[in-house]
């Protein structure tokens, strides 16, 4: 069971709140980080995905249970058509630090 502090602020909207945990996390406010945050499409995805970001120094995919499946420094676009349904972390390696994101590929057919 996974369990919030129970706070506002000007980052998270929390709902459903009870008296000893935030039962939900509803959503979290990125407005303020748009500019340091990379753009990663489509998501979710078939297979092709397309990264944008200033000053990338390599781009590296793991699945869920850790296994790299993905790891380049020229691209910017990652295939994983030949990867199993599923969630993938996507690390970001740039000159001001590491940004990571989850990306769901669900091919359906």
Known sequence: MISFSCYEDSTFSLYNVS?????????????????????IYPNPTTGIIEVHYNNIISIEVYNSIGN????????????LSFEPNGIYLIRVLTKSGVINKTIFKNNMR
């Not at 790299?68 to 295939?79: G, H, L, P, S």
């Open 68 to 79: 790299k499946v993905f790891d380049n420094k020229t691209k910017n676009t990652i295939d």
């Open 19 to 39: 008296s000893n945990d935030c039962e939900y996390l509803l959503s979290i406010n990125d407005n303020n980080n748009q500019k340091s945050n990379p753009l």
